[in-house]
């Protein structure tokens, strides 16, 4: 089966692509990736010498080069992770967000569908595109109750409205052309890989550097965390037997509190290096002033996932919290 992954350099993608790789010996990869600051081609150093594996460096923006892949690899079907991501970046600055994440869906489900639907396409093909979303679509919630599959979306940031535009334009393609889709909404992911910007390779960077350790607002802020790697296993479950047309939650069952897992991190990081200031990390964290629109809770109902296709996460979250640690002082030192 021959696989297109976009976005492969990225955090997930990588990961995704290092799951198939090893777990699906019948799959053939193409890594579609523009390259940007928070990709790193060379987490997949180890798949060089495959000849499962390919990469290319394109823009999703660009559609003539979208369907000139589309229509030379003669994908069986697509894992759509290729995004712009960041929420203060696009606080700064949207206009990225729209291009990728709403251009670039378009262009890449368009392309496919013209090609599923042309003689030149294996009428055996299991013609599927997985498209990868977040959470933050469904925008935020107090102190009680979750996300369902059916929770109106109400996103508050210029990266969770153009997710949520491209969650709508793949919900077209499958009640307007039959298209063989299914969107995935996931919360917060943590593991190796992850761009240093985001929450837990900042806390570890900072510390190591012994700079302050910047906590937004009060630190009250909940997330529902998730092992990469759990992530990746769902994603090939939703693949393989998700209901066409269907929309599946992906969730960890794991809410921290922001100021409480930077904590967690600071006691793990004085275990396993000490060397903090007064002998602990925790004298770092600073307070900072809270980002525009910042919302207050996620939490995900991932019931639907288990009642259907028999998923649920399965890592330990504070052995995996470790794991992730020891992985960014490696990287860091």
């Known amino acids: 089966m021959k696989l297109i992954v976009t976005g492969g350099a990225g955090f997930i993608g990588s990961n995704l692509i290092l799951f198939l790789h090893e777990n699906y010996p019948d799959v053939e990869i193409l890594n579609l990736d523009k390259l940007t600051y928070a990709s790193d081609i060379n987490y997949l150093a180890p798949l060089k010498q495959s000849g499962r594996y390919h990469f290319k460096k394109l823009d999703l923006v660009d559609r003539v080069a979208v369907q000139k892949t589309v229509k030379t690899w003669k994908p069986d079907g697509v894992f759509h992770l290729a995004a712009e991501s960041h929420v203060d970046n696009s606080i700064q600055g949207p206009e990225p967000f729209i291009l990728s994440n709403v251009v670039g869906t378009f262009n890449i489900l368009e392309e496919c569908r013209q090609f599923w639907n042309s003689a030149e396409s294996d009428p055996d093909s299991p013609k599927r595109f997985l498209h990868v979303s977040t959470d933050e679509v469904y925008g935020t919630l107090g102190d009680e109750g979750s996300f369902t599959e059916t929770t109106p979306y109400a996103p508050n940031s210029p990266y969770s409205a153009s997710k949520a535009g491209s969650d709508m334009i793949v919900r077209s393609y499958f009640h307007t052309f039959g298209l063989n889709t299914v969107i995935t909404n996931c919360s917060n992911n943590y593991g190796p890989h992850q761009h240093d910007e985001k929450l837990i390779p900042t806390v570890i960077r900072k510390a190591l550097k012994k700079e302050e350790i910047p906590v937004y607002g ?20 939703v693949f393989q037997n998700g209901k066409a047309g269907g929309h599946y939650n992906i969730g960890g069952e794991n809410e921290w509190k922001n100021i409480d897992l930077v904590r967690s991190i ?6 396993e290096v000490g060397e903090g200031p ?17 919302d207050f809770r996620y939490s995900v109902d991932i019931q639907k996932i288990k009642d259907e296709l028999g998923w649920a996460p399965s890592e330990n979250f504070m052995e995996k919290l470790a794991e992730t640690v020891r992985w960014y002082i490696e990287r860091y030192s």
């Not at 964290?285 to 629109?293: A, E, L, Q, S, Y």
Request: proline share 2%; charged share 30%.
């Open 218 to 237: 009060s630190g009250e802020n909940v997330r529902d965390w998730l092992y990469v790697k759990d992530h990746c296993s769902a994603l090939m479950t």
């Open 266 to 271: 600071c006691d793990i990081l004085n275990r």
């Open 278 to 294: 007064e002998d602990d990390y925790q004298n770092l964290i600073t307070f900072v002033k809270d980002r525009p629109g910042h």
